[in-house]
C-alpha cells in the first residue's frame, strides 16, 4: 500500500505530524510512505527513518501533480487541508482523508468567545484521518531525528555553558505570540542558571538586547545556527522555555521539560506541547508548565497571531508574572540534574 501525507509548513505543524508517520510505518509494515512538504522543511524529514520518499512542493503546482501520479499512490493523508491540497487530491483521484481544520470552532473562540474547540491536541485529529487503517496512537509522542554528520560540539556555546543552560527561545512567527524583550531580561535576570537564547537571523536584535545585561550568562545564538543545530541546542538544554513556535515542539519531541508561554493564542486551539497522550485537563503532562493570562478577557484574539495587539495593550505578555517561569525552571532543573 502507497500513501502520500502532505503537510507544507511550517515547522512545528511538520513536527506535530510525526506520530501519523511512525504509526503508519510501524503498525502497517505493508505501507510504502511518500510525504510532500516545502523545500526549506526538508531537513526536518529527511533523516527520518519512517519516510521512504520526500516529494516538495514547487511553484509549477502541474509538475508536482505529474510527479505524484507516476507513483500510483492508494491513499492520501491530508493534513494541511487547504485549496493545493484540493487540487492534489483531485487530480490523483485516489481516496484520501483530511483533518477537521474546525475553522467554524475557533471563529466561535476567537470572535465571540465560545469554545467548542475538543479538548485534544492537533495530533490526535491528525491521527483520526488513519483509524480506518486501524492505526492507534502509541504514545511515543512526536519524533525529531538529528543527522549523524555535523553534530554540534561543546566548542560551539561558550565554557560556561557546558554544565547545563536553559534553552529560551525568543522567536515567533507573530508578534503577538512572541514574549517582549523587557520581559526576557526579567526572566533572565532572576533565573540562576545560564541561557542560551535561540531564535532566526531576524531575532538577533532582541537577543542582543536581551543578553546586555549579563552576556556571560546570557549567550545569544539567534542567527547562529541552522534549524538542525538549533534542534541540537533545544537538545543539549536542561530546560526550554519558550513562545508558542516550532522549536517548542522540537523541546516536546526531545522530552524536555517546558515552559509554554502563550500570548494572544491559547492551548486550547490544540497547538501545545505533546509528549504522548496529555491534554490540557484529564492528562496533564507534569514535564509541561503553561504560562498564559487566562484572565484576560480578549483572549484569543486571533487563531495564528498578529502584527501588533488590536487592543493596544499587548497585556497576554506584558502581564506573564515570570517569576511562574523562573519557579518552574529551578523545579525542573532540579530534577533534570538528580537533585
Known sequence: ???????????GDIVLTTP???CLKLQRPDVRLHYLTKLNFASILSPNPHIDKLHFLADDLEAVVAELKKEKFDLVVDLHNNLRTLRIKKALQVPAKSFPKLNIEKWLYTNLKVNLLPDVGIVERYLRTVEHLGIKNDGRGLDYFLPENG?????DIPMSHWGGYVGCVIGGSYAT??????KWVDFCKAVPYPVILMGG?????????????DPVKVYNACGKFSLTESAELVDGARVVVSNDTG??????AFKKPIVSLWGNTTPEMGMYPYYGYNNLTKIVEPRLTLLENKDLWCRPCSK???????????KCMNDLDMQIAVAAVEGYWKVAKGG
Not at 500500500?1 to 515547522?11: A, D, G, N, T, Y
Not at 537571523?201 to 545585561?213: K, L, Q, T
Not at 495564528?304 to 499587548?314: R, Y
Open 151 to 155: 553534530r554540534l560540539t561543546t566548542d
Open 304 to 314: 495564528l497571531g498578529s502584527k501588533k495587539c488590536p487592543k493596544g495593550h499587548f
Open 1 to 11: 500500500m502507497k500513501v502520500l501525507v502532505i503537510r507544507f509548513s511550517s515547522i
Open 247 to 252: 522549536l517548542m515542539h522540537i523541546a516536546a
Open 20 to 22: 501519523v508517520v511512525r
Open 177 to 182: 505570540k512572541q514574549l517582549p524583550a523587557h
Open 201 to 213: 537571523p531576524e531575532d538577533r536584535a532582541m537577543g542582543n538586547e536581551i543578553a546586555e545585561f
